[in-house]
């Protein structure tokens, strides 16, 4: 039972664009969602994270919004660069699920120079 | 900079056979885990292991086990491989800080095919 879901599998989006990365969770414990980034051959690494008593955290060019009634967040990546092409996974976690991290299916983002 | 080091990039392994996956980390993380990496999947977590000695099941044990001896080093083990488990391997480490959450870090991952 997938409780977190990335319902795009990808994404291309021009240079200087913004990107928008979305993602649904099903379980209301979970306390703090995370965005990872992967590039090939290369081990995810952390990106930006949002506590659930938060609406919004900026960090850059990336920011993460979290509506809790909609369980629904977006990661917002302004302005895109090339560099930005990776595949992007959100990931969820809480106490109430002894910390253990729930992760989406993953976007693969393009950004088209 | 932390460092998760796994042992092998690239496995290839016959039907039944008993395949070890190593993983290493550097900066005395006390939290352990595994995960297999599958298109349309995501990351699932098969082991987890917060202390030497100790280990938890995630989400998809079956077929595999784990060893953590040294608290460095985590290992997978498949005790009879089968096509179905292949996939891409991840290992991550993370520190226990009594944070609401401790950033995971992972490994380059081990992509294994079993013919």
């Known amino acids: 039972d997938q409780q977190v879901k990335q319902n795009s599998p990808s994404l291309s989006v021009q240079e200087g664009r913004i990107s928008i990365l979305n993602c649904d969770y099903t379980?209301?414990?979970?306390?703090?969602f995370l965005w990872y980034k992967k590039y090939p051959a290369e081990g995810p690494t952390f990106l930006i994270s949002?506590?659930?008593?938060?609406d919004k955290n900026e960090d850059g060019r990336f920011t993460v919004f979290l509506n809790k009634s909609a369980k629904h967040l977006s990661l917002h990546i302004v302005p895109s660069q090339p560099g930005d092409s990776a595949v992007y996974f959100c990931a969820a976690t809480g106490t109430s699920v002894g910390n253990q991290f729930y992760f989406g299916t993953g976007t693969s983002l393009t950004v088209i120079p | 900079d932390v460092k998760v080091t796994q042992s092998s990039r690239y496995l290839v392994k016959r039907t039944g056979e008993k395949v070890f996956l190593e993983c290493v980390q550097d900066m005395d993380h006390e939290n352990m885990f595994w995960y297999r990496q599958d298109p349309g999947l995501g990351l699932r977590l098969i082991y987890f292991?917060?202390?030497?000695?100790?280990?938890e099941k995630g989400d998809i044990p079956e077929g595999y086990s784990v060893s953590r001896e040294k608290k460095e080093r985590f290992s997978l083990i498949l005790e009879s491989a089968s096509t179905n488990q292949t996939s891409m391997y991840l290992c991550?480490?993370?520190?226990?800080?009594?944070?609401?959450?401790?950033?995971?870090?992972f490994g380059p991952g081990t992509r294994l095919t079993v013919l």
């Open positions: 991550a480490s993370s520190p226990r800080t009594g944070n609401a959450w401790d950033e995971q870090f």
């Open positions: 949002i506590s659930s008593i938060k």
């Open positions: 379980n209301s414990m979970f306390d703090y």
């Open positions: 292991s917060y202390d030497v000695k100790m280990k």
